[in-house]
Structure formats: C-alpha cells, structure tokens
C-alpha cells in the first residue's frame, strides 16, 4: 500500500512541476497567441491532476489542511478553464455557479479546520476568505462575455500561485511558514490585477 502511495506522491510532483513550468511559460507569452494557449493548456490538465493526486494522498494519509488546499486549487483551474471554453455563454455562468458553490463549500471546510485545528489556522482563514470571495463572486456577480477574459486570468494567475507556492513549502525547509505560504498571494495577486488590466486596455474593452 506504501508503494502505490509513493507512486501517487511521484505523480503529484511530476505533475506539480510540469504546471509549474507550464504556467510561467503561458503567463509571459502573448494572451490569445497560439503558445499562450497550448502552454495553457499543459498547465489546467497538469496542475489540475497534481490538484486531483494531491486531493488523494490527503485522505489516504488524512491531512486535513493539505485537502482544503487540494480542493482550493482545483476550484482556481476550474473556474478559470470554463471561461475560455466554446460552449455557450450561458452554460458558462451555469457551470460557473455550480463550482463557486463548491467553492463556498471548501472555503467553510477550511474555516472549520482553521478552528479546530490550531496549525495552520491563520494559513486556512486567509486563503478560505478568498476562495469565499471568489465564489461569491461567481454567484452573485453579473458576468458578460467582455469579462471572461479577467476571470480566465485571475483564476489561472490563481492557480499558478497555488503551484508555486507548493514549490516553496516543500523546497524551502527554513523560514516564517506565514511567509511562504501567504508571501506569493500578497506578491502576485497585484500582479494578475495589473496583467489584466493591461490586457483590456491593449484590446480596448473595459474591465
């Protein structure tokens, strides 16, 4: 059994880094340009199958902190892949609501953890706030077809720092944990704010 567990823990890093690269590759070049799309696409099936391994691992070694953030994780790649999907608007918003439910449900799981769990608390309340935030906002906020484009690049930005910031708590075995987890969030979430809206203004549309 500790055999087939090592092989899902191999495939969850291999998978991990593929994203990694993948994801920083698709970020720097041209949104809407063919390598843009096809780096793109390695990085929503790589990182969302290390989201997937890592989901598994966490409840065949139960790790309740590291199964909010499995799910918190597939919820970004998710959420940002149906909006560059070609399949009607509509059953975007539909499939939209459907994961931001999920994610309100993941965002109270990691609350309860961050309660009944004193380690990592300030870790789970941080990050469950946003993934709360975030799905609300798939619930309740009003989305046309000009916007896609700014929730396609939040949520995969997301999800890069999910990858990234796994690369650091794993590699990186001194320091403030605060920082390493919560370090890439405060860093790049700025920086997925100002991509978009340079994005829109290059193309001309509002945000």
């Known amino acids: 059994m500790e055999l087939k567990f090592d092989y899902l823990l191999y495939l969850h890093i291999a998978a991990g880094f593929t994203a990694l690269a993948s994801g920083f ?7 809407g340009s063919k390598r843009h799309k096809s780096t793109g696409q390695i990085f929503v099936f790589s990182m969302s199958l290390s989201a997937v391994v890592a989901i598994l691992l966490a409840l065949w070694h139960p790790n309740p902190f590291l199964l909010g953030i499995g799910f918190f ?16 608007f509509a059953k975007k918003i539909k499939m939209a609501k459907s994961i931001g439910a999920a994610g309100i449900l993941t965002a109270g799981y ?13 870790i789970l309340f941080v990050l469950g706030g946003i993934l709360a935030i975030l799905s609300i906002t798939d619930l309740v906020l009003k989305t046309t077809p000009d916007k896609a484009a700014g929730r396609h690049g939040g949520r995969m930005g997301g999800a890069l720092i999910a990858a990234f910031t796994a690369f650091l ?18 860093v790049g979430t700025p920086l997925i704010i100002l991509g978009i809206r340079k994005f829109y203004a290059r193309s001309g549309k509002k945000t």
């Open 73 to 88: 994780t597939l919820y970004l790649v998710s959420s940002g892949w149906i909006w560059i999907r070609r399949i009607p």
């Open 110 to 122: 990691m609350t309860y953890i961050g309660i009944s769990r004193p380690g990592g608390a300030i």
């Open 169 to 186: 708590a794993t590699n990186v075995l001194i320091g403030p944990a605060l920082l390493i987890w919560l370090g890439p969030t405060a």
């Open 25 to 31: 590759a698709a970020a720097f070049f041209t949104k």
